[in-house]
């Protein structure tokens, strides 16, 4: 290993300092455009998605669970949740308004025009050397349905109580809510 190095500090000496000056100069722009590279790619951005977005129904589907066992009557309990969408982010956008006016004196006429035009463009901000849209409201993802497996299912005034709760804790009708008596 050291003859190699050697044979290497020999060369570079031999051919000059232009040499040297050369491959620290292509090293340095090697280095910067290693440093510019995103190395996580769309696949990346996506499992965390899912991940997340598998998190949260699985915590909520929790919640729901020690909930509903609070009911009297309702025993053993197992809660299934479907989402139909992903969590949804509300982008911060800026409005502007431009009014265009003429007033256009001919000899014997008076010509007036306005002309209103409206953008929306969407904020961006600077984080840490990155730009990116600024989210003003994130809002969770949207459930289909429930099911909810349990003991007390075959009584009516228990399958009532968690049809009303489910309904009212994650905003879903109760037609898309199933409950069901367990084996």
Known sequence: MKLDYMKIIEKISQKG???????IGILGIFLILVSEMNF????????SQNNSLQEYKI????????LLKEINGV???KVMITL?????NIYAQQEKNINDY??????????????NTFENQVVIVNNSGNNSALVE??????????????SGADDISVVSAVTNSVSVVLNVPTHKICV???R
């Open 137 to 150: 409201k994130v809002l969770q993802p949207t459930i289909q349905g429930v099911a909810v497996v349990c």
């Open 84 to 88: 139909e969408s992903g969590q949804e």
């Open 40 to 47: 996580s790619s769309g696949n990346e951005k996506k499992v």
């Open 59 to 66: 915590q909520t589907e929790k919640e729901i669970t020690s």
């Open 180 to 182: 069901t008596k367990m």
């Open 102 to 115: 003429q007033n256009d004196k001919n000899e014997n006429r008076n010509q007036e025009s306005s002309k």
């Open 17 to 23: 300092k232009q040499n040297v000056v050369v491959l």
């Open 75 to 77: 025993g053993n309990v």
